[in-house]
């Protein structure tokens, strides 16, 4: 049986994967610049120094070529495998959560948060693609599976409790505000957030690490009052 080779395209690069790779990396900039309805596919391989068939070629369209720049922009915050090696490992809930917040708060207040990834995925929250569904299926409720896991066991009631989806609410909005609120707005109201001082970005790290667990040990207490018929109304 005679194996057929690949059709190769004009100037490509014998390392499809790199030629791959710079093509992600060239959608993900302009696509955080532009949107997703104004990028071209030309315009990204032309920046990617490759050839607008390439677009085609490595990820079915320009459409294919968003759900996997949304997928690895999420994927750069924290993958699904660091994550779950952090849940199955050892130590105490509390402890791999207070991880994990410090993880993800890094991530976004990091001067590096300025690249195309936070942009790219802000703007796909505020107006969500047909793509979403992707990024939903394949990264989000994934991992928010594992982290509700966390939770739940820190609570010390089933993972469909409502609290544990309360305390996720409470545990997420400050990052959300961090993605989506606009950086120069959020430094007028609050300059002391984004103040250039040294050890400013640990001391938020601490903080929102601090505040998070602090606000689930008290509902795990209301909780076990709760249970044991010290309080009546739901947490």
């Known amino acids: 049986m005679i194996r057929k080779t690949p059709r190769k ?26 949107g997703f309805d104004r990028a071209t596919g030309k ?5 990617a120094g490759s050839n607008s068939a390439a677009v085609n070629y490595y990820y079915g369209g320009i459409e294919g070529l968003y ?9 750069r915050l924290l993958t699904y495998d660091r994550l779950v090696a952090l ?19 890094a991530a976004i207040i990091a001067p590096a948060s300025s690249t195309w990834v936070l942009r790219v995925l802000s703007r796909e929250i505020l107006a969500p693609s047909q ?21 739940a066991d820190i609570l010390g009631v089933p993972a469909d409790h409502p609290a544990v989806g309360r305390c996720l609410l409470n545990m997420v909005s400050p990052f959300a505000m961090l993605l ?9 109201v609050l300059p002391d957030l984004f103040a250039p001082a ?8 601490a903080h ?4 998070a667990l602090a606000g689930l040990e008290a509902t795990a207490a209301e909780l076990k009052r709760e249970a044991g018929g010290g309080i009546t109304a739901a947490i």
Do not use: C, M, Y
Request: glycine letters at 8%.
């Open 9 to 34: 395209l004009p100037g490509r690069r014998e390392d499809g994967a790199s030629t791959k790779a710079q093509i992600l990396e060239a959608a993900g900039e302009i696509f955080a610049e532009k």
């Open 208 to 211: 929102f690490q601090r505040f």
């Open 131 to 151: 793509a979403f569904p992707v990024l939903l299926n394949q990264e989000v409720l994934p991992k928010k599976q594992v982290v509700t896991g966390l939770v």
């Open 198 to 205: 040294p050890g400013a970005q640990e001391a938020i790290i």
């Open 43 to 47: 315009e990204i391989a032309e920046r």
């Open 180 to 188: 989506l609120g606009n950086r120069q707005l959020l430094s007028q």
């Open 87 to 105: 849940a199955q490992g050892p130590g105490a809930s509390i402890d791999k959560l207070k991880i994990l917040i410090g993880l993800i708060a």
């Open 67 to 75: 759900a996997a720049v949304l997928v690895e922009a999420h994927r």
